[in-house]
């Protein structure tokens, strides 16, 4: 038998809020429709809400709607849902506060205060479960919030994935260096480039001409590196 459907008016009706309650394309319904296993209809700021777990989605909107006052990311109503579902409301004193744009981005629940205690703390800490509960929403407000304190880190990326010009590209994550030593390997190059005391081994086509001794830029595609803590010797 069909699940009843369960009728959610948000009032007062506030177009702005309900902008944000929604999303670009209505991502956060969708979020949430995904989450429940349910299905949402609206029409203004009325809502109707059909599954299983109706219910829990009616009380979702009313919960996203209050606080769409201000901005209303998916990732916010990743981790709202999470939060609903333990039925243990945020505390802040539960666990560390990360160093980011949103002063209010810590664990929701008590396995989030965990993972973030782990990443914070060790080098490499894997997360498993469910999508939709924040693993790579918190694992990238870590690296921000290292960022932000300053921490060191190496950057490692693939030689062939480090382009290499004459003249200097345009954009940012450029380097200059001086080109120090040149070996051919029929289909490519390999250049080892000095940059102040530190050597970049960068792969070429042998169309670049650029001599031994001569200037060079670098400039690396940042979805192609992997930044890795630095640890001292």
């Known amino acids: 038998m069909a699940s009843k459907a369960v009728e959610v008016k948000l009032e007062p009706v506030d177009n702005q809020r309900l902008a944000r309650l929604c999303g670009a394309l209505d991502e956060n ?14 029409r203004g700021g009325k809502f109707t809400v059909r599954g299983e777990q109706a219910q829990r989605a009616a009380h979702a909107l009313e919960h996203f709607y209050d606080r769409a006052s201000g901005d209303l990311s998916v990732e916010d109503v990743q981790l709202g849902l999470t939060e609903l579902s333990s039925n243990s409301p945020s505390q802040k004193a539960e666990g560390p506060q990360l160093l980011t744009r949103r002063s209010d981005l810590h664990g929701r629940t008590p396995h989030q205060v965990q ?18 509960t924040g693993k790579t929403y918190l694992a990238v407000a870590c690296a921000v919030d290292a960022l932000e304190q300053g921490m060191k880190v190496v950057i490692s990326v693939r030689p062939e994935d480090i382009r290499l010009s004459e003249t200097r590209p ?26 102040n005391e530190r050597s970049v081994l960068s792969r070429a086509h042998p169309s670049l001409g650029t001599r031994v001794g001569h200037p060079i830029h670098l400039s690396l ?9 630095d640890t001292p010797e």
């Open 29 to 42: 319904l969708r979020q949430i429709e995904s989450a429940l296993d349910v299905t949402i209809a609206r």
């Open 115 to 132: 993972y973030i205690e782990s990443i914070l703390a060790h080098d490499c800490t894997i997360g498993i479960g469910p999508a939709g």
């Open 170 to 195: 345009s954009g940012d994550n450029v380097l200059e260096g001086t080109v120090h030593t040149k070996v051919f390997l029929g289909e490519s190059v390999d250049f080892e480039v000095r940059i």
């Open 221 to 229: 595609d940042p979805e192609k590196c992997v930044a890795l803590k």
